[in-house]
Structures are given as C-alpha cells and as structure tokens.
C-alpha cells in the first residue's frame, strides 16, 4: 500500500500542496513536455483548478496574448505562446457576427452577436486554461456590435439592439455578476441608447463607449451615466485600450495617439514612428501585462496576409508627453488575403 501512495504522490517523498507550488512555478510554455512525466501531472497540468489558483496566490502567472481571426468566412481563435509561437486553439461550437468580448480571470467571454441575421442572448465562455467552450448565462435580450467592459469583476454591456419594445428599452444595458451567474439590467436614460457600439474602453471605474452619435460613458462606482467631453469624442477612432490610465488609440494620419483623461488633452505616442507604419485601419490593441501591444494586418503577398505584432513599453516623460519604446515587432501569422482580425485579448494564467 505504501508503495501506491508513493506513486500517487505528485513528486514521491513530498506533500502534493509543496509539490503543487513547485510546478505552479513553470512557465506555462512547459506544461505539454511535463505533462508526459505521469499520468498524476498529465491530470494535474490540464484539468486542475488548484493549480492556477496557486498560480494566481504565489504570482507567477503569465500575460498571453488570444487573437480571433475571420479566414474565408470562418472564425479561428490562437494564443501567442512567445514572439513568433501562435498556436491554434480550439474553436467556437458557433459563429455569431458581431459579438462583444470581454476577459474575466481566465476565461474569455464572446456575448451576443448576430446568428442567422437575428442577434443573439447567447454568451459563449473559452476556459484559457483547459482550452473548451461551455455556453454561459444567457443575456435578457439579444445584441449584436455591443460594447462590453470589465469593472470590479462584472461584466458590464451596453447597446447592440434596437429599442423598439419594453424589454429592449429597460434592458438596454445589462450587468452579469459571475459570483451569482446572473444578468440584471441596468437603468439608463433614453437619450443614451444608441444602437450600435464602435469600440470600447474602461477607465478606472468607468466604462466608455463610442456609438454613432459619440461617446456613451458609465460610471460604475457612482451608478450614473456622464457626458464625455468634446476632445475625448472626436478624437477617438478605432479601436482603443487603456494602459496606464492613458486612452491609446490611432489618429486619421494613421499615428498613435494617446488621451490623458485628468488633462483632457490627445498627445501623440513619440518614440514609435520608424519601428511601426501608419494605421489607418484594421489595427486592434490590447493592454499585454501593461504594455501596449499592437495587431494589425501587413501586406504581405498577393494571395497571403501577414498579421503583425508589436510590443511597446509606454511611459509619461518629464515635459509631460508621452513616449514608447518598441520591445519587438514582427510578422506571427500568415493568412490568405481577405482574413481580418476580429479581436485580441490578454489573458493572465
């Protein structure tokens, strides 16, 4: 019996919660090489909870950075192991059209969506850490190209619908507090909502959003809706992400621009002009362990595309402007021409 033990333990002669911190102490980039020691490692390192939340407890998670694309009609999910290791990831059970995204912890949330032309409640789930879909709690309406933020562990999301009955106008935005599993609606005015959401980005406590009309602003800690001020909506476009408290974005001669809420004012990120070509579209950025990272689609060849990363370590200087510094920048994937970059997204585990 003795020797059964023995080799049900993790590590033989060492308590398994020892021995858990010890491999919790990996990088995760090893975890396919570990897990053909035994079958007790192959378990642990693919299906246990415990040992990410000792990751989590002891701080040695990673940032990894998950990029959906849409090839010939057909969407395609990989994560960025290292600079130029993308692997393919198991992909959604469905393919809704415009869908919101949103990162809790180590999951990945794709809400709503259109499927059929008719916009979806449905809230898809991705667990980074066994890579599997599981469908999550149903929205109260159903929303497609909606805006979605993260504040205090709730899922924050707004528009995507046409107001034209009861349950869309008192539904207009939604809450989801995973503790309870639960959407609740959150009260808004009607000169608000507005139909569909451009992009999305949260600041502190609040959650911004650029509609048709401007930009629509919740402040989550003081549960009201605010009115954003007039350099912040026009200099807004495309795709944004905050990285220190800054609102980075690209401007309409391609450059990237960052906005200093507390200053109300745009500043140009200098420091990046040789190293990156002007964006004028089809640019999506994230916060990568708070850094700036940058996806966008390259020339390539006639029949190929090559989707680009950039890694940028931003700072305020002194005079009070804004500067970044490239860590790296290269080609991770080539596609045929006509794919697109639907999102990309940091994921700690």
């Known amino acids: 019996m003795a020797d059964v033990g023995a080799q049900s333990q993790l590590i033989p002669n060492l308590p398994d919660d020892i021995a858990l911190q010890c491999l919790a102490r990996i990088p995760r980039s090893h975890h396919p090489t570990l897990s053909l020691v035994s079958k007790s490692w192959r378990s642990t390192l693919t299906s246990s909870p415990t040992l990410y939340n000792t990751r989590s407890l002891i701080r040695t998670t990673e940032t990894f950075l998950y990029l959906s694309l849409r090839i010939n009609s057909t969407f395609h999910w990989y994560t960025l192991v290292s600079h130029k290791l993308l692997f393919p990831v198991c992909s959604m059970p469905v393919k809704p059209i415009g869908p919101a995204f949103a990162v809790l912890g180590s999951k990945i949330y794709v809400i709503g969506g259109s499927i059929g032309e008719i916009p979806s409640n449905n809230v898809w789930v991705f667990d980074c850490r066994f890579n599997c879909w599981e469908m999550g709690p149903r929205m109260r309406i159903g929303r497609e190209f909606a805006a979605a933020g993260v504040v205090n562990g709730k899922i924050y999301v707004m528009g995507g619908c046409v107001v034209d009955n009861w349950a869309k106008s008192m539904n207009w935005a939604e809450v989801f507090d995973p503790a309870t599993g639960l959407w609740t609606?959150?009260?808004?005015?009607?000169?608000?909502?507005?139909?569909?959401?451009?992009?999305?980005?949260?600041?502190?406590?609040?959650?911004?959003?650029?509609?048709?009309?401007?930009?629509?602003?919740?402040?989550?800690?003081?549960?009201?809706?605010?009115?954003?001020?007039?350099?912040?909506?026009?200099?807004?476009?495309?795709?944004?992400?905050?990285?220190?408290?800054?609102?980075?974005?690209?401007?309409?001669?391609?450059?990237?621009?960052?906005?200093?809420?507390?200053?109300?004012?745009?500043?140009?990120?200098?420091?990046?002009?040789?190293?990156?070509?002007?964006?004028?579209?089809?640019?999506?950025?994230?916060?990568?362990?708070?850094?700036?990272?940058?996806?966008?689609?390259?020339?390539?060849?006639?029949?190929?595309?090559?989707?680009?990363?950039?890694?940028?370590?931003?700072?305020?200087?002194?005079?009070?402007?804004?500067?970044?510094?490239?860590?790296?920048?290269?080609?991770?994937?080539?596609?045929?021409?006509?794919?697109?970059?639907?999102?990309?997204?940091?994921?700690?585990?």
């Open 185 to 349: 609606a959150l009260p808004s005015p009607i000169e608000v909502r507005d139909k569909w959401m451009h992009a999305t980005a949260v600041v502190g406590a609040r959650v911004y959003a650029m509609t048709d009309r401007g930009v629509v602003v919740y402040d989550v800690e003081g549960c009201q809706w605010g009115t954003v001020s007039k350099r912040l909506d026009l200099g807004w476009r495309g795709r944004a992400v905050v990285v220190g408290g800054v609102l980075y974005c690209y401007d309409y001669l391609g450059k990237i621009i960052g906005y200093d809420v507390k200053e109300d004012v745009w500043k140009e990120l200098r420091g990046v002009d040789k190293g990156l070509p002007k964006f004028f579209c089809g640019a999506t950025m994230v916060n990568f362990d708070d850094r700036l990272c940058v996806v966008w689609e390259g020339k390539g060849s006639g029949k190929e595309v090559d989707i680009m990363c950039a890694e940028i370590q931003v700072q305020r200087d002194e005079d009070g402007g804004l500067s970044g510094n490239i860590l790296w920048s290269d080609m991770i994937l080539v596609v045929p021409n006509g794919a697109s970059i639907v999102q990309c997204l940091a994921v700690d585990l």
